[in-house]
């Protein structure tokens, strides 16, 4: 993912090895003029001030070079969550759009947002960290050893006990706490999404814990599993800080240092640079051990981007080939979200042009798995759908989606102005166009209210009704004048007047369309040329609405239930 940048990555490391070892140049120059001053011998003015002077360049050099490889990293930074956020953007383009539907929306958020942004650290400062993990102590263990050797190995004492708690903040317990840690977070976003979008339900009806036990319950996992987290690594935290705490560091050295003066093996003078170097070797371990959560955050995170980039993209053929009309056929076509569990078993059905065909059956039927299936939602685990003899999978998507348009029952509305939600799918129409299909959607009268008409930013300047924006939704598919049009239960949520618009319109642009509709309404199921009756996956029954109705069959016991329960 990362070998694009692999060039700026190595200039940042190249700057911050010449940051690094220039910064102990400083600490070294006073360990040296400690050295000289105090010994009984008369110190060289020009060595003195030689070593000053290096230690002086040292410092320019690291700040230099240190501050040159801070700005390429977090250069580097924003170029690699770009380029995460553009590939995961075009990814996501490519994926069967079914997939969407089995995913949570703060799940997918998290990724897109909160996971590119987590790999910051990673990018921007773990290399300098690592760099000054390993440079500065190897730099500074050379020199002190040329000092005394045994002092050296008691000044490793604090880095041996640190490094010796690594392995137990990588055992088989805490990498379990920290997935459930990570799927606790998931939850708890995307339960976020469905609290707020249900705070309606929630006022109206009064009692969160009743109406919305599933975000409660995700709190209350989170909070569970963030104390075990937590528990289990505050100790192994603790027992590092504590070895690579300065205090701690300067008194083993002076203990060491001590014994070692008063058995004469040691020089006063020498035990400086152990003090000043003897923190240089912990530092930059302290440093990356306080980046550790961090880096350890970008790399699951980075595990979960590689997890959507690696979703099998919507399968485009190498060749493809042009309808030949828009006669949409299915052959033996059966579907399962799950493996060992058919939604559709075995349909057969044909959806002439110029003819309407409403699909009806109880919950559960897979009536919108079917549709799902005609704009490529999900491909069919066995047999073929055609769209003007071509098999679907042989189309290209941009040919595909040309052919055949889509109202949801579910609307998504763009943060955009009226006309450009409405011109989403014929982004040239001009304002004329867009008018004319908002119109026979039965919406230009309220739009013609909104603060800016057509120009209004929804979202921002004003809010629509569920049935106002399914009538955008219409329009949007309308002004796409396909020559398949897809409805699932496109007026669910309209007025009487809008739905008999949305008929009339209808009725007005059938011309050779081929449009199927998920129906519940009768007066939408009456209107039909064909309805297809679907029962626990299967075709039980298909005909014109009389014939079914003078069969006495299940669609006439549908129509019987219905017309029962509709307001008179």
Same mark, same amino acid.
């Given at each position: 993912? #990362?070998? $694009?940048?692999?060039?700026?990555?190595?200039?940042?490391?190249?700057?911050? *090895?010449?940051?690094?070892?220039?910064?102990?140049?400083?600490?070294?120059?006073?360990?040296?003029?400690?050295?000289?001053?105090?010994?009984? @011998? $008369?110190?060289?003015?020009?060595? *003195?001030?030689?070593?000053?002077?290096?230690?002086?360049?040292?410092?320019?050099?690291?700040?230099?070079?240190?501050?040159?490889?801070?700005?390429?990293?977090?250069?580097?930074?924003?170029?690699?969550?770009?380029?995460?956020?553009?590939?995961? @953007?075009?990814?996501?383009?490519?994926?069967?759009?079914?997939?969407? !539907?089995?995913?949570?929306?703060?799940?997918?958020?998290?990724?897109?947002?909160?996971? %590119?942004?987590?790999?910051?650290?990673?990018?921007?400062?773990?290399?300098?960290?690592?760099?000054?993990?390993?440079?500065?102590?190897?730099?500074?263990?050379?020199?002190?050893?040329?000092?005394?050797?045994?002092?050296?190995?008691?000044?490793?004492?604090?880095?041996?006990?640190?490094?010796?708690? %690594?392995?137990?903040?990588?055992?088989? +317990?805490?990498?379990?706490?920290?997935?459930?840690?990570? &799927?606790?977070?998931?939850?708890?976003?995307?339960?976020?999404?469905?609290?707020?979008?249900?705070?309606?339900?929630?006022?109206?009806?009064?009692?969160?814990?009743?109406?919305?036990?599933?975000?409660?319950?995700?709190?209350?996992?989170?909070?569970?599993?963030?104390?075990?987290?937590?528990?289990?690594?505050?100790?192994? +935290?603790?027992?590092?800080?504590?070895?690579?705490?300065? $205090?701690?560091?300067?008194?083993?050295?002076?203990?060491?240092?001590?014994?070692?003066?008063?058995?004469?093996?040691?020089?006063?003078?020498?035990?400086? /640079?152990?003090?000043?170097?003897?923190?240089?070797?912990? =530092?930059?371990?302290?440093?990356?051990?306080?980046?550790?959560?961090?880096?350890?955050?970008?790399?699951? &995170?980075?595990?979960?981007?590689?997890?959507?980039?690696?979703?099998?993209?919507? /399968?485009?053929?190498?060749?493809?080939?042009?309808?030949?009309?828009?006669?949409?056929?299915?052959?033996?076509?059966?579907?399962?979200?799950?493996?060992?569990?058919?939604?559709?078993?075995?349909?057969?059905?044909?959806?002439? $042009?110029?003819?309407?065909?409403?699909?009806?059956?109880?919950?559960?039927?897979?009536?919108?798995?079917?549709?799902?299936?005609?704009?490529?939602?999900?491909?069919?685990?066995?047999?073929?759908?055609?769209?003007?003899?071509?098999?679907?999978?042989?189309?290209? !998507?941009?040919?595909?989606?040309?052919?055949?348009?889509?109202?949801?029952?579910?609307?998504?509305?763009?943060?955009?102005?009226?006309?450009?939600?409405? =011109?989403?799918?014929?982004?040239? +129409?001009?304002?004329?166009?867009?008018?004319?299909?908002?119109?026979?959607?039965?919406?230009?009268?309220?739009?013609?209210?909104?603060?800016?008409?057509?120009?209004?930013?929804?979202?921002?300047?004003?809010?629509?009704?569920?049935?106002? =924006?399914?009538?955008?939704?219409?329009?949007? @598919?309308? #002004?796409?004048?396909?020559?398949? #049009?897809?409805?699932?239960?496109?007026? +669910?949520?309209?007025?009487?007047?809008?739905?008999?618009?949305?008929?009339?319109?209808?009725?007005?642009?059938?011309?050779?369309?081929?449009?199927?509709?998920? @129906?519940?309404?009768?007066?939408?199921? &009456?209107?039909?040329?064909?309805? *297809?009756?679907?029962?626990?996956?299967?075709?039980?029954?298909?005909?014109?609405?009389?014939?079914?109705?003078?069969?006495?069959?299940?669609?006439?016991?549908?129509?019987?239930?219905?017309?029962?329960?509709?307001?008179?």
């Amino acid at each position: 993912m #990362l070998r $694009p940048h692999a060039g700026g990555f190595a200039a940042l490391v190249m700057f911050q *090895v010449i940051g690094a070892v220039a910064g102990l140049a400083p600490l070294l120059a006073v360990a040296e003029l400690g050295r000289v001053l105090l010994s009984p @011998a $008369p110190a060289d003015r020009a060595h *003195v001030w030689g070593v000053v002077l290096i230690g002086v360049a040292g410092l320019l050099v690291r700040l230099a070079f240190t501050t040159a490889s801070s700005g390429i990293g977090h250069l580097l930074d924003g170029q690699v969550q770009l380029a995460f956020r553009r590939r995961l @953007a075009e990814h996501l383009g490519r994926v069967p759009i079914g997939w969407f !539907s089995r995913r949570g929306t703060g799940e997918l958020a998290k990724v897109v947002g909160e996971d %590119v942004s987590a790999v910051h650290p990673f990018i921007a400062h773990t290399p300098g960290e690592l760099v000054s993990a390993f440079v500065v102590p190897l730099v500074s263990l050379v020199y002190l050893f040329t000092v005394d050797w045994r002092l050296t190995l008691i000044t490793l004492i604090p880095v041996l006990m640190a490094v010796a708690l %690594v392995p137990l903040m990588m055992t088989p +317990a805490r990498e379990r706490e920290q997935r459930e840690f990570d &799927a606790a977070m998931g939850r708890i976003a995307d339960s976020a999404v469905e609290f707020v979008q249900g705070i309606a339900v929630v006022k109206a009806f009064g009692g969160a814990g009743r109406t919305h036990r599933k975000f409660l319950t995700a709190t209350d996992e989170f909070a569970g599993t963030f104390l075990r987290w937590a528990r289990g690594l505050a100790p192994i +935290a603790a027992g590092m800080q504590t070895a690579l705490a300065p $205090p701690f560091v300067l008194l083993v050295v002076l203990v060491g240092g001590t014994a070692l003066i008063a058995g004469g093996g040691l020089a006063p003078a020498d035990l400086l /640079p152990f003090l000043l170097l003897g923190l240089g070797l912990t =530092a930059p371990v302290a440093a990356l051990g306080h980046g550790f959560d961090d880096m350890t955050a970008a790399w699951r &995170a980075a595990g979960r981007i590689r997890d959507v980039l690696a979703v099998e993209p919507l /399968p485009e053929p190498a060749r493809p080939v042009a309808a030949r009309g828009h006669r949409v056929e299915l052959r033996d076509v059966r579907f399962g979200y799950d493996a060992g569990r058919e939604v559709l078993r075995g349909i057969d059905l044909a959806f002439e $042009p110029g003819t309407v065909t409403a699909i009806v059956g109880p919950s559960g039927s897979g009536k919108s798995t079917l549709v799902q299936l005609l704009p490529r939602f999900f491909d069919p685990t066995h047999g073929s759908i055609t769209l003007g003899g071509v098999d679907l999978r042989d189309l290209g !998507s941009r040919e595909l989606y040309r052919t055949v348009s889509f109202v949801f029952q579910d609307i998504r509305l763009l943060r955009a102005s009226v006309a450009d939600n409405i =011109a989403l799918a014929v982004p040239q +129409a001009d304002q004329d166009r867009v008018i004319r299909a908002a119109r026979l959607a039965g919406i230009h009268d309220r739009i013609l209210r909104l603060p800016r008409g057509y120009d209004t930013v929804l979202g921002e300047e004003a809010e629509l009704s569920r049935g106002e =924006a399914q009538r955008i939704a219409i329009a949007r @598919a309308l #002004l796409a004048d396909t020559p398949v #049009l897809v409805l699932d239960e496109a007026t +669910a949520f309209a007025d009487p007047q809008t739905e008999q618009a949305v008929r009339q319109a209808l009725a007005t642009l059938r011309g050779d369309r081929t449009i199927v509709v998920i @129906a519940h309404r009768l007066e939408t199921i &009456a209107d039909a040329d064909t309805v *297809v009756m679907l029962d626990d996956g299967a075709v039980v029954e298909r005909g014109t609405p009389a014939e079914l109705l003078s069969g006495n069959g299940r669609f006439a016991a549908f129509w019987q239930t219905h017309r029962g329960d509709e307001p008179r």
